[in-house]
């Protein structure tokens, strides 16, 4: 049945919620990189060293996906959906008390731990919540919640950091989501009606249960691993951006955290777009003009001079970064049973994110040893070459199924 009015279309009330839930959640994951120069010159950091703090969130938030999807599964999204975003406020808070690099590096691994609760549970709860349709526009509406914690929490803590310290910048910012978690599980009571969701015929439902997490990755395998491949190369260009404006553009620290909020606005649009285009010119089409064209901006973004044609690139990096999150967690959730999907969530999120905090510390040393603008050339050099590929292979995947430019989402 045809959804009426535009809220409708994209999910109503019910994901307008979710939205917020992840817009809580990352204005407090999304101030570490931010307030990077910050940090550095407090506790008096290398690049190994904040490539360690960024490393030490992020392997903990990956290795915890893989838990969190798992356990979501087996306890309901309710619970562990709630458990997420008090557990992230609650450390968030915490970094209050850390007056060292030991200290917030602890702080650090604890709250990547509690991180790994929500994602796969908001993502598998939503696409159970809306019929397949709908699927790209909800979830793009999810990751706009999630970039709009991006754009503010970078802006915010920027303020707050400059005029108090940032210490206090992570205590005002993680109120919100100790606030969201007694909400969320209030608001979750309710089941997905099954009558809304009944845009499978039955011998497909019972061909989808079949299907085990080994099948779901392996159909996916392609796809999925330069999608991973992309996000592990680059990293690093997101992860050092503050020191990189710093270091390079010769910025404030102030202004270089803001440098990052023209990223996440970027964001904003990359997630509407990705889940309108997903629904209307499919998803793995969706996904590799995200690919090819992620190279060459990246390539601009290490080029081209500090002015607004920079500040253009800085935008659409950010767009194209939304743009294929929203496509591929679309693409797989739509393609895995309900009863696994926070699991699969969770392994794939989980990956490409433990693949990322592998590489900041190596990123890192490099950096001291040859330069930043060193590494970024050799990432920019990757990246072209990783679009490259995707450009043949949707050429060749189009010609196989004929498919590359149909409209109907596969």
Avoid: C
Avoid at 186 to 206: G, I, N, R, Y
Avoid at 302 to 308: A, D, E, Q
Wanted: charged share 15%; net charge positive; glycine share 10%.
């Amino acid at each position: 049945m045809k959804k009426s009015g535009i809220i409708e279309q994209w999910g109503g009330k019910s994901a307008l919620f979710f939205a917020f839930m992840h817009f809580t959640q990352d204005l407090n994951v999304g101030l570490l990189v931010a307030l990077l120069p910050f940090i550095r010159q407090d506790l008096g950091l290398d690049y190994l060293k904040a490539g360690l703090l960024i490393s030490a969130n992020a392997i903990t938030s990956g290795l915890s996906q893989l838990l969190g999807g798992w356990i979501s599964d087996k306890i309901g999204p309710r619970k562990a959906i709630t458990f997420g975003l008090a557990g992230v406020g609650i450390s968030g808070a915490a970094v209050l008390m850390a007056p060292s690099f030991t200290a917030l590096l602890v702080i650090l691994v604890i709250m990547g731990v509690l991180a790994g609760f929500y994602h796969p549970s908001a993502v598998s709860e939503l696409t159970n919540r809306f019929e397949d349709q709908r699927r790209g526009r909800v979830i793009a509406l999810h990751m706009l919640g999630g970039s709009l914690g991006f754009v503010i929490g970078p802006l915010l803590g920027a303020i707050i950091a400059d005029g108090l310290n940032w210490h206090w910048a992570f205590l005002f910012l993680s109120l919100p989501s100790i606030i969201a978690a007694p909400l969320a599980f209030m608001q979750l009571k309710s089941d997905p009606t099954p009558a809304q969701l009944k845009d499978l015929t039955v011998s497909q439902e019972k061909k989808q249960e079949s299907i085990s997490i080994w099948q779901v990755f392996k159909s996916a395998a392609g796809i999925m691993a330069l999608s991973i491949a992309m996000q592990l190369i680059t990293g690093p260009i997101m992860s050092f951006i503050p020191l990189y404006m710093v270091d390079v553009r010769h910025l404030s620290a102030s202004a270089s955290s803001m440098w990052v909020t023209v990223i996440r606005l970027g964001g904003l649009a990359g997630s509407l777009f990705g889940g309108w285009l997903t629904d209307k010119w499919g998803r793995r089409n969706a996904i590799f003009l995200s690919l090819i064209v992620f190279g060459p901006v990246v390539f601009f973004l290490t080029k081209l001079p500090f002015g607004f044609a920079l500040a253009v690139v800085f935008i659409l990096f950010g767009m194209l970064l939304s743009m294929r999150e929203t496509t591929m967690q679309t693409y797989l959730m739509v393609n895995t049973p309900p009863k696994i999907r926070a699991t699969v969530f969770g392994i794939y999120f989980g990956f490409g994110q433990q693949g990322s905090s592998i590489i900041q510390p190596v990123a890192g040393a490099y950096m001291d040893k040859v330069g930043i603008t060193g590494v970024y050339d050799v990432i920019s050099y990757i990246t072209l070459s990783l679009s490259l590929f995707s450009l043949v292979m949707a050429f060749e995947i189009g010609k196989r199924y004929k498919q590359w430019f149909r409209k109907k989402p596969q």
